[in-house]
């Protein structure tokens, strides 16, 4: 079965950096587009960003254009996450997600059928 397995949350201060990782399992890695989630306590979970299957198009939304960047090696089976000038409004619990469909490319949530276990990230200020 397919497995999503996130790592590299933690605690840090405003203005520093993380890198998550999600390592997945299960399937041709290299034929599925991936996608970075965050759900911040009380609130829904919303698209971070997003990284076709062939590396052509990336997505971000619009808060975090110029500080995150996704980025996946094929040769891993993994999808990153650098989070650079981290604010305290970026503090949520990170997902990684997976849709079913191969060489699908989209940013709603109701694509993305597999979800790793979820890394909190937590920015003092």
């Known amino acids: 079965q397919v497995q999503l397995v996130e790592s590299g949350g933690g605690l840090v201060q405003s203005g520093g950096s993380l890198r998550l990782s999600c390592a997945v399992s299960?399937?041709?890695?290299?034929?599925?587009?991936m996608g970075w989630f965050r759900q911040a306590p009380g609130k829904e979970r919303d698209v971070v960003a997003v990284?076709?299957?062939?590396?052509?198009?990336?997505y971000y939304i619009d808060s975090v254009k110029g500080r995150f960047t996704i980025s996946r090696d094929n040769a891993r089976n993994t999808v990153y996450l650098q989070m650079n000038s981290l604010k305290p409004e970026d503090t949520a619990i990170y997902y990684c997600?997976?849709?079913?469909?191969?060489?699908?490319?989209?940013?709603?949530?109701?694509?993305?059928?597999?979800w790793g276990q979820g890394t909190q990230v937590t920015v003092s200020s």
């Open positions: 299960g399937r041709t890695f290299r034929d599925y587009s």
């Open positions: 990284i076709s299957w062939d590396d052509s198009s990336r």
């Open positions: 997600a997976a849709p079913a469909n191969r060489w699908r490319y989209s940013s709603s949530l109701r694509v993305f059928d597999y």
